[in-house]
């Protein structure tokens, strides 16, 4: 693994292009993440991830995605079943703990049956961001909720349910999301609230995950730590925050390098995103034009960057995979109106 660049790469459409092949194998990418573009049926699938990994060399390369639920699913019908928002599970839990918790645990383990016979091995889930009233509909019903306790705990039911199916999660997005105003695909949030509520607040549910081996940053700008630089390209927060009071010392991946709430080139972006701190640039739009700035400005893994990166790979653990019509049925009677 020492030869790969810290990056995760996209690719643009259902099948490798030959000049995304010998991107690829010529810059060797730590691993992939895939999007509904991406997407058209089960055995083009399973091709185009196995044709990542023989692209780079590595059959344990990781494949990523987002399948949350709700409108952030990117597996969907007929190959996925249309799994509830965030929010639903958190409203569940609210009103009966047990059946809340078994319910978010249910629904990850469905993802990892659905997800790892494609050859996907990693979900970006869970969503940690506790949201507020007025906040951007970015996150929106993705979270669990507006309680902190209620988002640390789904959260963590969530991971333990990806973990159970042989997956790795994600936690996202460190130290918060939940207060943007407004969406950091097209804009730079900037939160102007005390150290002290973030700490109470919005960093809880990490804190109370920190030994997870994976997160996702966020773009948004916090004044209170640093009133310059978002949370993905500042060393400040990075170190203060995300290593320091939350003490998360996994594999830390930027959110998607091509979101406009970042400013530069992408090639000055991802240059930013490891000076500040983060172990992995992401990039996930697949176009080539931005692949090749993003590969000449993102160094090696090393140091303690890729020792969070094998340990990410040696947290795989094997999965049971019987009981799948069984475990099907109990999720969809915990869930109202299903």
Not at 62 to 74: A, K, N, S, T
Not at 123 to 150: F, H, K, M, Q, W
Not at 166 to 173: A, D, E, I
Request: proline content about 5%.
């Amino acid at each position: 693994m020492s030869n790969c660049k810290a990056m995760i790469l996209g690719c643009a459409g259902t099948e490798l292009s030959a000049d995304e092949i010998a991107l690829y194998r010529d810059q060797q990418p730590w691993g992939f993440i895939l999007f509904a573009r991406n997407l058209k049926e089960e055995g083009q699938i399973r091709s185009l991830v196995q044709s990542m990994r023989d692209a780079v060399g590595r059959q344990d390369a990781p494949v990523l995605i987002d399948q949350e639920g709700g409108r952030v699913q990117r597996i969907r019908a007929p190959m996925a079943e249309s799994y509830p928002s965030g929010s639903v599970l958190g409203a569940l839990y609210e009103q009966d703990e047990a059946r809340g918790l078994r319910a978010a645990w249910l629904m990850s383990r469905l993802h990892a049956f659905d997800l790892t016979k494609l050859g996907i091995n990693i979900n970006c889930l869970p969503v940690l961001d506790v949201v507020v009233p007025g906040g951007t509909p970015a996150i929106g019903n993705r979270s669990y909720g507006e309680n902190t306790a209620t988002v640390a705990a789904v959260g963590k039911a969530a991971a333990e349910g990806l973990k159970a199916g042989g997956m790795l999660p994600v936690m996202k997005h460190m130290p918060g999301h939940g207060r943007a105003m407004v969406d950091s695909h097209h804009d730079l949030p900037v939160v102007s609230a005390s150290i002290d509520e973030l700490d109470a607040h919005d960093f809880l549910p990490f804190r109370q995950m920190k030994d997870e081996l994976m997160g996702m940053s966020a773009h948004i700008v916090f004044t209170a730590i640093d009133p310059e630089n978002p949370a993905t390209t500042s060393r400040k927060v990075i170190d203060e925050v995300i290593r320091g009071r939350i003490g998360f010392d996994g594999l830390l991946l930027s959110d998607d390098s091509s979101m406009n709430a970042l400013k530069g080139t992408l090639g000055e972006r991802a240059a930013n995103i490891i000076s500040g701190g983060c172990d992995i640039v992401l990039h996930c739009n697949g176009v080539m034009e931005e692949m090749k700035q993003v590969v000449r400005e993102v160094p090696l893994l090393s140091g303690k960057s890729l020792k969070r990166a094998e340990a990410a790979l040696a947290g795989f653990t094997p999965a049971d995979t019987s009981r799948e019509a069984d475990l099907r049925a109990e999720f969809w009677s915990l869930i109202p109106s299903a």
